[in-house]
């Protein structure tokens, strides 16, 4: 289907019979809103005789109604009446009726709410906003339909003026009615199913994925915020913030001027025109001009540049300060009173990307520096759309405390909501923004789970038209947020042609025109390897050597490998009966796996976990993959730093989060509960960073930050399993900004005392007043491979101690007594203290932390005390410590 280019690109908004369509609604904090988030109820539409005429009308009756969750789907609906069983514990999914098997009106559903809003006085406006709908809705109020036709599209915004509506005595009546997509898709096992979800401007992992099993409503619903606005006459919309920061920058001291470029739309509704001044202010700094509306009228205004004189610069996550600034657009009218007014937090910066000649790939550079992208791929925080700003809050936290400094959105979900982007904001993660599309779904490769063949699954979605208008409104909704950073045009496979086209040429450079457009998330524009294409991978567990020696693409968009969660996490969704070991079969290369753990996507981890002695239960396994996990997240960023700017531009790990109980591709569970994966990629990511590549024995220091750092120590030793240290070396060292350097292999020295038992290598970074800034203790196996000395390893001597120290705020204190052996591998955890259950979501400065004979460490938790109102305490517990409690002083 072709493209109607006239009706798209203007991206005009019709005004007329009280109706605002989409493509509009603002994406910062209107003059006076409120969400409609409570008191909703529904029923299945098929069971309803009335038409929304009637059902939004008072007189009709709601009793027998059930209560609706909205924002929210029909399954969390469902779940939360009680009339489904979880669909994310144990094989519970399976119990849940399939859309595709009952239909779509199974999942057709009523929505009803009741809210008080005084008809406005003067030319007072009010609007109803819904930022999403999955897949289409008619929507009435008081008796009258508001949309012109039925309305479609999961990701295309609404905007309705409700003022001539409105119920003179306050009381009114929303009704909406949702369907499902209009193609569901065959849930038969393939990415996506059969591929035929991808028909429509949706979600795709809805019909089922290699890490998700089926949401059986295909996310039927409401499933985001309905606001309502009211403003002056006239109202602010779509305003649009470009920041020009000339130069190189750094992050401290003076700066040179940065460019403020503002843009908005102002809509007059009314049968009057208008005539006020459109304004902004930053900082200090005000700029305005007068301008008149017609009646019923809309007008695009360039306002002039300001120069932001000294800025405070926003840096991404590892690099320098999250420096906002709120910059508030206004209209006034005639008689200086705010009609309508946006605030819009602003981050100082600019981003830019060139190609690297050396590693033949994309460089993304922010203020003039470049940058050496480390980062995580993302699905989506809920896989039923259960949002909530705090778990954004938790989630990109988790990313910016693993050091990393850039998440990328997949492209078979959506465009993440304006809270993620606050988030992302706040903790100075840049953000891939997919557009919707996958390699698997539209026609990349040949296969035979697909209903449609290439050519066919080449052309979706099947409106090309619809896809168009959600792409331009979704750019509106997040271009003002400084952390986005670069948009894609799909996953593994470009857009059709005529959508492609319209991207690049018109969409991009009209509404976005400062950031980078890639085709698709592997592109060769992107990155481009010795033999002139590009890819991703691998995805599965790799030998450590793999991740430093073994080149792979320059910019790699995915790469991964395990991610199985702690016993503790794993009884949150799997039955006792259920709670079976793996066991790897080294002759066949294959795992016996029990169901519940296959139906969540379990992933081998071969015969890494056998190294560490044979597994006796589910518990013990559970125990020994944090091990492995640690490992291979850790070798896995330190590989690729020990190549930046020689081999490789950027990483991004496939993946860092799930958005249900899947076993596979993450650094903590679907509740918020880190694992090892978290810690091991924290230690290989920090900023100055001291490590050795398994295969060489040579010792490196990473440096990613803008400073060169002198009179730094290496100090380098050897812990045998019983705490006896043999000194390597010490030598200083200097390195200089954003770089990796090589110093001196250990390999040597290390095989021969690790040889029959293995043995501890220990690396410190010290500066030059011997505090240790960067610590790295790895495991070493003995001769054969094996972790043997492990096995035996006396019990520890180490002791701890919690206290208090603030509001939210507990350190733990690990003592390891002289002449005992390593402290190894130790989790801290905080727990209620009359439960014993851990407290979700916590945040740990470190964990699985090894403390030397002789020293101590100390763990800081952070944690929100309004979420957690019980008394905490915290265990311990590690490899040669059993679990203890400690009480929090």
């Given amino acids: 289907m072709k493209i109607n280019r006239k009706s798209i690109l203007k991206a005009q908004i019709s005004l007329g019979s009280g109706l605002l369509m989409a493509l509009s609604l603002p994406a910062a904090k209107a003059q006076t809103t409120y969400e409609l988030n409570e008191g909703w109820l529904c029923k299945k539409a098929s069971t309803v005789q009335a038409d929304g005429v009637k059902m939004s009308q008072a007189s009709f009756a709601t009793s027998g109604w059930e209560k609706a969750t909205v924002p929210g789907t029909v399954l969390t609906t469902q779940l939360n009446n009680k009339q489904v069983p979880d ?8 119990r849940i009726p399939d859309i595709y098997k009952v239909g779509r009106d199974y999942y057709t559903y009523w929505f009803v709410k009741d809210f008080k809003e005084a008809a406005p006085q003067g030319n007072n406006q009010v609007y109803l906003n819904l930022r999403g709908v999955n897949y289409s809705s008619d929507i009435y109020l008081n008796g009258h339909k508001l949309n012109a036709r039925l309305h479609k599209g999961m990701f295309l915004r609404q905007r309705y003026n409700i003022t001539k509506w409105l119920a003179k005595n306050g009381s009114n009546r929303l009704a909406i009615i949702v369907h499902p997509p209009d193609v569901v898709g065959n849930p038969n096992g393939g990415q996506g199913g059969d591929g035929t979800i991808a028909k429509g401007v949706g979600l795709q992992y809805t019909a089922g994925w290699d890490w998700i099993q ?21 109202a602010v919309i779509s305003p649009h913030v470009i920041t020009l920061v000339p130069g190189v920058r750094q992050p401290e001291g003076p700066q040179a001027p940065a460019i403020i470029k503002v843009a908005a739309t102002v809509q007059n509704p009314t049968a009057q025109a208008v005539t006020g001044t459109l304004r902004y202010t930053i900082a200090d700094g005000t700029v305005s001009k007068k301008i008149t509306l017609k009646p019923s009228s809309s007008l695009d205004v360039q306002l002039d540049d300001y120069v932001l004189k000294n800025p405070k610069l926003w840096w991404p996550n590892g690099y320098g300060e999250q420096n906002l600034y709120n910059l508030r657009v206004e209209f006034l009218t005639a008689d200086n009173k705010v009609s309508s007014k946006e605030d819009i937090e602003v981050g100082v910066r600019q981003i830019t990307t060139n190609w690297n000649e050396k590693t033949e790939s994309r460089q993304v550079n922010v203020n003039g520096q470049k940058i ?19 778990r954004y809050d938790a989630e990109v936290r988790y990313h910016h405390d693993m050091n990393l400094n850039l998440i990328r959105i997949w492209g078979g979900a959506i465009v993440e909501r304006p809270e993620f982007y606050k988030a992302c904001d706040k903790y ?12 698997d779904c539209n026609g990349r490769w040949v296969d035979p789970m697909k209903a449609e063949d ?4 080449r052309k979706y979605p099947d409106d090309h038209d619809l896809y168009m208008r959600s792409v331009s409104d979704q750019v509106k909704m997040v271009r003002n947020y400084p952390s986005l950073a670069l948009w894609c045009g799909g996953n593994e496979i470009t857009p059709p042609q005529d959508i492609l086209a319209a991207l690049q040429d018109t969409v991009f450079p009209k509404l976005d025109p400062t950031r980078w457009f890639v085709s698709y998330s592997n592109s060769e524009l992107m990155s481009r390897n010795v033999l002139g294409g590009n890819g991703d991978g691998p995805y599965g567990i ?16 995915e790469v991964g490998s395990v991610g199985v ?7 949150r969704f799997i039955p006792k009966e259920n709670m079976v070991a793996p066991e790897f079969d080294a002759s066949t290369g294959k795992s016996k796996v029990d169901s519940v753990w296959d139906y969540h996507k379990y992933i081998g981890y071969d015969g890494f976990i056998d190294k560490y002695g044979k597994v006796k239960d589910a518990e013990d396994f559970a125990n020994k993959a944090q091990l492995v996990n640690y490992d291979q997240y850790r070798a896995l960023m330190e590989g690729f730093s020990s190549h930046m700017w020689d081999w490789y531009t950027g990483v991004i790990i496939w993946k860092t989060q799930n958005p249900w109980t899947a076993m596979r591709g993450q650094m903590y569970d679907y509740y918020l509960d880190p694992n090892a994966c978290l810690y091991g990629l924290t230690n290989g990511s920090q900023p100055l960073h001291i490590m050795y590549n398994p295969g060489d024995g040579m ?16 100090v380098a030793k050897i812990l045998d399993l019983e705490g006896k240290e043999t000194p390597i070396t010490q030598v200083f060292a200097d390195v200089t900004p954003t770089t990796t350097k090589r110093y001196l292999s250990v390999k040597k020295q290390l095989d021969e005392v690790a040889k029959d038992k293995g043995a501890f290598l220990v690396l410190q970074l010290q500066d030059h007043t011997q505090k240790i800034v960067s610590e790295n203790i790895y495991w070493v196996a003995d001769a054969k491979g094996e972790y043997s000395g492990l096995k035996s390893m006396a019990a520890s001597k180490v002791t701890a101690t919690a206290k208090k120290v603030a509001n939210g705020k507990v350190e733990v204190t690990l003592t390891n007594p002289a002449n005992a052996p390593l402290a190894f591998f130790n989790r801290v955890s905080l727990v209620n203290s009359n439960t014993k259950e851990r407290m979700l979501p916590v945040f740990y400065n470190d964990n699985y932390i090894s403390v030397l004979p002789g020293t101590s460490k100390t763990v800081t938790i952070n944690y929100d005390p309004k979420l957690h109102t019980a008394t905490p305490a915290v265990t311990v517990s590690g490899w040669n410590l059993k679990e203890t409690s400690i009480a929090v002083n």
């Fill in 372 to 390: 050496f992208i480390k980062g995580g791929n993302w699905i989506i925080s809920d896989a039923m759309l259960r949002f909530s700003d705090m």
């Fill in 699 to 714: 010792v490196m220091v990473a440096n990613n930050t803008f400073k060169t750092h002198t009179n730094l120590m290496i």
């Fill in 428 to 439: 100075g993660l840049l953000v891939f923004q997919d557009l919707w599309g996958s390699g």
């Fill in 454 to 457: 290439q050519w066919t699954r």
């Fill in 565 to 571: 969660s702690d016993y503790t996490s794993l009884k």
């Fill in 87 to 94: 669909p994310f514990y144990g094989m519970n999914n399976q």
């Fill in 542 to 557: 790799q030998p450590l050597s793999v991740f430093w020696d073994f080149k792979t693409f320059p910019f790699n968009s």
């Fill in 214 to 234: 089926p949401m059986r409503d295909r996310n039927t619903g409401i499933w985001d915020k309905v606001i309502i606005e009211k403003t002056g006459a006239v």
